[in-house]
């Protein structure tokens, strides 16, 4: 089994570009690189969901998908419903194997990574320089080889968007 650890604090990565003024007390006067994330050059496909009620315990839907959330037991809450983090978690194996499945095809490989299993774990806490709250995620990938789980990795969409950041548009309406 191997394992890929892509350790990432969005509130960080995000900050990257904020302004001086809007960066959090841990990071003003630091000197950082200005680093753009990669554009999409077209868009394939987009998926919209919606969120309401109180937040982490409020009501998530999608298209044909409709879910209660609740905070997990570790954060406070009651953990009977479904978390962001799970969310995410669900998302990146998915992902991560579609991934997986097309690079191995592109190389003529299917076969060896037909029963391929992937394991998205998300973790959630303060991270060490700046407070507030990231994440952190561990991918495991059982029955594949190491070369094409690497391929993977640097063609997989959220792994793509961990690594170089991704562009995000927040608006009011």
């Keep these: 089994m191997m394992s890929i650890s892509a350790t990432r604090s969005l509130f960080k990565a995000s900050s990257l570009s904020r302004s001086a003024g809007a960066l959090p007390n841990a990071l003003r006067g630091q000197t950082r690189a200005i680093y753009t994330p990669p554009k999409l050059k077209s868009t394939k496909y ?6 309401q009620g109180q937040g982490r315990n409020g009501e998530v839907k999608t298209d044909g998908l409709k879910l209660q959330l609740a905070m997990p037991k570790e954060l406070g809450g009651t953990g009977k419903g479904s978390n962001p983090e799970q969310l995410f978690a669900l998302g ?5 194997l579609g991934a997986l499945q097309m690079v191995a095809g592109q190389a003529k490989q299917k076969e060896k990574v037909a029963d391929a299993i992937v394991k998205a774990s998300v973790h959630i806490g ?8 990231g994440i952190a995620v561990d991918i495991k990938v059982k029955g594949a080889p190491e070369d094409l789980v690497k391929a993977a990795h ?11 950041g991704a562009i995000v548009k927040v608006e009011t309406d």
Excluded: M
Excluded at 126 to 133: A, L, T, V
């Design 46 to 51: 987009t998926a919209v969901a919606h969120a």
């Design 126 to 133: 303060e991270p060490e320089e700046i407070g507030g709250f």
């Design 154 to 164: 640097e063609a997989c969409p959220y792994s793509r968007a961990l690594k170089l």
């Design 92 to 96: 990146y194996s998915a992902c991560f």
